[in-house]
Structures are given as C-alpha cells and as structure tokens.
C-alpha cells in the first residue's frame, strides 16, 4: 500500500493502535551495515511514531518491541537490543513528559536484568499521570505465554475459593491480562511485507484491523500511520454480523 498525502481525516481517529515493527535487520543488510545499525535506526522511529500518533489523536499506542521469541536470537543481538532499551527508558522519559505520553511496559518482565526492571518502573511512575497518549511497550511479550498466565491466575482463584468456574468469562479473562484496562486494538499495523501476526495480542486483536505495509520499520514515517489509519476508515467493521 503506497503512503497517502498527508491530510487531515474528518473521521474519528482509531482509539487504539497496535504495530509490529518489523524489518530491522533486512534494512541494515540491504545497506551493509550491521542488524545493530537497523535496530538503533528503528529505536529512533519509536520516537517519531509516538509524537505522530499524539498528534493524530490516538489514545493508545503499543509497540511490539521484543518478543518471547527474541530471546532465541545471538546474544550480542540480544544484548545490543538491551543496550538501545536501557538508553531509551534512560533518556526519553522528558520528552514523553513534555508530549503528556504515558509509558507502560507489557510482558513477562522475569526475564528482563534488574537494572532494566528498575528503569521500567521509575519510567512508568514518572510518567503515569500523562493523559495525551498511553504509549505500550511489548517486552519479551508473547500472546500465548500472556493467555497462559491469565489461566493460571484463574485457576487460582478457583482453587482458593475466591471463584467458581461458571464465573470464568471473557471479561474474567480480559481483566487477568497485561492489558487490563486498556481497550482492544482498533488497528493492527505489520511493516516489512510480512503478513502474520507473529504471536501478539492474540485475544486482544479478535477483531482488530489488520494493515500489512511493505515498508520496513527503520523507513516507517508518518506518513504510512496516516495511510493506515485511512485504509482503517474505508473498512467496514462488522464484528461478526452480516452486511445487511
């Protein structure tokens, strides 16, 4: 899909977006350079793509930033992606402050080193009583490992006695969950050309819009948030019901 003009669109903005960025490493390659220049060219996207969603009006914003599957890539890798973390949560929290951006951090943070986990919650405090945007960062975040907690959770309050299993429902669900809270994707955007969804909010995207671009993240503007936030408002959202 090639990148509309930039415009402003009457219609309502969606309340919130989901992106998988993707496309890193093929951009580093293409250009010869190593997967830790793409990674720190897509860690300076994150910033441009916040302050564009700011201003486009979206509430809510959340980025798959590490999966529970990146824990299988090369340790430099990993430890270089842990390197551009810490200096993000160590340097963006005035200008998230300054953009009234909230920072939440989604995923099983066990697996994260203390240093990162203390920056998170020092981020996440300094920054909760913003309101212009609730900026979600994925971290070692998987959709089925996230589902499996929520069934644990659940089963303990069953053994505990705190709940009968007829009482299990989807809010039951939805409120075990790391996005507790928080409503469900409008709009799922993918960039690189890959068109799966790669294990991320998988309950929560049920009926998300789904936007595949071709472009890869480090080249992400914009421009393609404007273009997909458009093709959104030309869908027709029916939620299971017939056309009429």
Same mark, same amino acid.
């Given at each position: 899909m090639e990148p509309a003009p930039s415009h402003a669109d009457p219609s309502p903005p969606p309340r919130h977006v989901a992106i998988i960025m993707d496309g890193n490493g093929r951009w580093a390659k293409a250009r %010869?350079?190593?997967?830790? $220049? %793409?990674?720190?060219? %897509? $860690? /300076? &996207?994150?910033? &441009?793509?916040? /302050?564009a969603a700011r201003e486009l009006g979206i509430a809510y914003l959340t980025l798959y930033a590490f999966s529970s599957e990146n824990w299988k890539r090369p340790l430099g890798e990993v430890t270089d992606l842990m390197g551009l973390l810490r200096l993000y949560l160590r340097n963006e929290i005035a200008h998230l402050n300054k953009n009234g951006v909230r920072l939440r951090v989604i995923g099983d943070r066990g697996r994260l080193g203390r240093d990162i986990i203390s920056l998170i919650d020092h981020a996440e405090s300094a920054t909760g009583g913003n309101t212009a945007l609730t900026l979600n960062l994925a971290l070692s975040y998987g959709g089925r490992h996230e589902l499996v907690e929520a069934a644990r959770l659940l089963a303990a309050e069953v053994a505990a006695g705190r709940m009968e299993p007829a009482d299990i429902d989807e809010a039951a669900v939805a409120a075990r969950l790391y996005t507790a809270g928080m409503p469900d994707p409008d709009l799922v955007?993918?960039?690189s050309g890959e068109k799966r969804i790669s294990n991320f909010l998988l309950w929560q995207s049920a009926y998300a819009e789904l936007v595949f671009l071709d472009v890869l993240w480090p080249e992400f503007g914009r421009e393609h948030l404007e273009a997909a936030v458009q093709d959104f408002h030309r869908r027709e959202r029916r939620y299971g019901a017939s056309a009429g």
């Open positions: %010869g350079l190593p997967r830790s $220049a %793409g990674h720190k060219r %897509g $860690a /300076e &996207r994150v910033r &441009r793509t916040v /302050e955007i993918r960039t």
